[in-house]
C-alpha cells in the first residue's frame, strides 16, 4: 500500500468514518454510474474512496468547472470537460477511448447537476454499451456514511427497462441533501 493510499484511507476511513459495502469484482474496464449526486462533497468523497482502495479513475465534470487554473487541479485529478451547448460526440470519443485501452474507468452522475432532476442523462450507458464494458453501479449513501456498490449491469440496449431497474436501484440511498435527488 502505497504513502497515497494510506493517507486517503486515514482520512476516509478513520477521520471522516465512511464505511465501503463493494461486492462487485475489479473489472479492468467499467463505466461507474454513481447517484444520489447532491453535492459537490460528491466528488471529494469519492475520489478519496477511489485512492482508499488504490483505485484510479476519471470522471466527467461540466466544462465551467475547468477555468484557469482549476483546469490543470481537475485534470490532474481525472477530470475530464463536458461541452453541453456544443453537438460533439462525446459518447463516441470516449467509447472509443475505452475500447483502445487495456484499463479504463470513468465516474459519471446521471442525474447530470446536484438538484434534483428524474431526467437522467443516458451518456454513460451508451458509453459502456459502445465500449462493450460493464457499468458499475456505485451509490453514495450519507445516511449511512458508506459508498455501496453491489450490482454491476452490462447494457444490452434495452435502454427503457434497464434506466428504471438503475433508478430502482438508487431508490434506496441518500444524498447529503435527499431533496436535490429524483428518480
Not at 449511512?144 to 427497462?161: A, M, Q, S, Y
Request: proline share 6%; glycine share 6%; net charge positive.
Amino acid at each position: 500500500m502505497g504513502l497515497k493510499q494510506k493517507i486517503s484511507a486515514f482520512i476516509y476511513y478513520k477521520v471522516l468514518g465512511w464505511k465501503t459495502k463493494v461486492t462487485v469484482p475489479d473489472h479492468p474496464k467499467y463505466v461507474i454510474c454513481c447517484g444520489p449526486h447532491t453535492s459537490n462533497w460528491d466528488l471529494f468523497i469519492g475520489k478519496l474512496f477511489y485512492a482508499a482502495i488504490g483505485r484510479k479513475t476519471q470522471f466527467m465534470m461540466k466544462k465551467e468547472w475547468f477555468f484557469w487554473p482549476m483546469g490543470i487541479f481537475m485534470r490532474s485529478i481525472g477530470g475530464i470537460p463536458v461541452y453541453r451547448n456544443k453537438q460533439m460526440k462525446t459518447t463516441d470519443a470516449i467509447a472509443s477511448q475505452a475500447k483502445q485501452l487495456p484499463h479504463f474507468r470513468i465516474c459519471i452522475t446521471p442525474e447530470g447537476t446536484r438538484s434534483a432532476n428524474p431526467d437522467w442523462k443516458k451518456g454513460f450507458y451508451y458509453i459502456a454499451l459502445k465500449a462493450d464494458i460493464p457499468v458499475l453501479l456505485c451509490a453514495l449513501d450519507f445516511e449511512h456514511k458508506r459508498i455501496v456498490c453491489h450490482r454491476t449491469l452490462k447494457p444490452t440496449g434495452d435502454i427503457e427497462k434497464e434506466m428504471a431497474e438503475i433508478k430502482a436501484y438508487y431508490s434506496q440511498f441518500k444524498g447529503k441533501h435527499p431533496h436535490k435527488f429524483a428518480i
